[in-house]
Structures are given as structure tokens and as C-alpha cells.
């Protein structure tokens, strides 16, 4: 069964930082490329960061370039989101997804809630 479990977040005070941890299990997502997405209240979802397994290529939304990092361990199990600066309008459930050729995003986590004070 393929699992996406996230964790690491919670509530921080404006200009504090966070980090975000998306386990991957049961199969191999060398393939995959790995995602970062949130959802505020009332708010579609949207793309936050990306990573290659392989060649470690990196995407960021506007939006968060220069604040958040996106990371993944060797053993292509984890992606981490490091996530400095953070401002209220960051406040959202974030979620972990992985993206294939032939499936694009299909695997999802349950999402971490990110709430950031003013």
C-alpha cells in the first residue's frame, strides 16, 4: 500500500521557521518526482515546491523562493520542505504528493496544518 505520511508542522510565529517531513512507502519512487502543495481556508490548492528523485532538479512557486527549501535523502524515502520567513498568508494545510510520467500527481498525504501568527 503506498503511504505519503507528512509531519513537522504546526504553529510558529511570524518570521519563525518550520520544517516539513513527507515519508514515502510501499514502492519505489525513484521515478517520481516529489511535491509540496497547500490548501488554505476557502483557497484552492496550490504548488508550493518540487524535486527530482534523481537528478535533484528543484521548482518553487513565487511565492516562497528564498524562504522555503526543498530536500530529499539519498535513500529516496523522505522529502523535507525547510520553510524560513514564514508569514501568516503561509498559514495552510500543507500536503506531500508525488508526480509520475504515466500518473502525475496520484499519491497524496493527509496533509499538516501550518499556522503562522502575526
Known amino acids: 500500500q503506498v503511504q505519503l505520511v507528512e509531519s513537522g508542522g504546526g504553529l510558529v510565529q511570524a518570521g519563525g521557521s518550520l520544517r516539513l517531513s513527507c515519508s514515502a512507502s510501499?514502492?519505489?519512487?525513484?521515478?517520481?518526482?516529489m511535491g509540496w502543495f497547500r490548501q488554505a481556508p476557502e483557497k484552492e490548492r496550490e504548488f508550493v515546491a518540487a524535486?527530482?528523485?534523481?537528478?535533484?532538479?528543484?521548482d518553487y512557486a513565487e511565492s516562497v523562493k528564498g524562504r522555503f527549501t526543498i530536500s530529499r535523502d539519498n535513500a529516496m524515502t523522505k522529502v523535507h520542505l525547510q520553510m524560513n520567513s514564514l508569514k501568516p498568508e503561509d498559514t495552510a494545510v500543507y500536503y506531500c504528493?508525488?508526480?509520475?510520467?504515466?500518473?502525475?500527481?496520484?499519491?497524496w498525504g493527509q496533509g499538516t496544518q501550518v499556522t503562522v501568527s502575526s
Open positions: 510501499g514502492r519505489s519512487f525513484s521515478n517520481y518526482a
Open positions: 524535486i527530482r528523485w534523481g537528478g535533484g532538479n528543484v
Open positions: 504528493a508525488a508526480w509520475g510520467v504515466a500518473t502525475g500527481y496520484k499519491y
